[in-house]
């Protein structure tokens, strides 16, 4: 029996209408087109900006990154449906192989792996398991390390007001149903 695969679209960009998909897998949450769309206004210009998505799942914002002009985007997922997921969906959107890297691994290593590389990202977005309650120690980790461009962006999506504070010179919270999103312009 074949899996069923859930449909959404990539909103704006090179890619603008595509589809892409993920798995009915309880474990991926996907971030949804309406809730993608107002981020990626939020942000505004991304172009050349490179872009962490930690905790990928489905890979759409990502994808969304590239598709609206991102230098580059990574994948972080230890999910292996995530990662076949992503594989697939970038396959779909036929993004060039210099534009990406898919990273099966857990955040920690990842993160060490960033570290021991000095890559940093521009724009950092977080969506752990919710469950989870991992996103200050994850954030702490990011900023102590570098990881986070000086002028670096940090989205947070959670399904609870967080109560995170960072140096910033703007934060901002928007609220889609039940959903939380945090901003933070470094």
């Known amino acids: 029996m074949q899996e069923k695969l859930n449909e959404m679209r990539i909103i704006g960009g090179l890619y603008r209408h595509r589809k892409i998909y993920w798995p009915s897998d309880k474990n991926i949450r996907p971030t949804k087109d309406r809730i993608r769309e107002a981020i990626f206004n939020a942000l505004g210009d991304i172009s050349n900006k490179s872009f962490l998505d930690l905790y990928s799942g489905s890979g759409a914002m990502g994808i969304e990154a590239i598709s609206r002009d991102a230098k580059i985007s990574y994948f972080v ?11 697939d ?5 036929n993004i060039p192989k210099d534009k990406y890297f898919v990273i099966y691994n857990n955040d920690l290593v990842a993160i060490k792996t960033f570290i021991d590389e000095e890559i940093q990202f521009d724009i950092v977005f977080l969506d752990p398991p919710y469950k989870k309650g991992e996103y200050e ?3 702490n980790l990011l900023l102590q390390n570098n990881i986070i ?17 960072i140096p910033c010179k703007k934060h901002k919270i928007y609220k889609y149903g039940k959903i939380f ?6």
């Not at 969906?89 to 959107?93: A, L, M």
């Not at 461009?149 to 504070?165: H, K, R, T």
């Not at 999103?181 to 470094?186: A, P, S, T």
């Open 89 to 93: 969906n970038i396959s779909r959107v």
């Open 181 to 186: 999103v945090n901003i933070f312009w470094r």
């Open 137 to 139: 120690n994850i954030l």
């Open 77 to 87: 997922d230890l999910n292996k449906n995530a990662i076949n997921c992503i594989k």
């Open 149 to 165: 461009s000086e002028d670096g962006i940090i989205i947070m999506e959670s399904d609870y007001q967080l109560d995170i504070e």
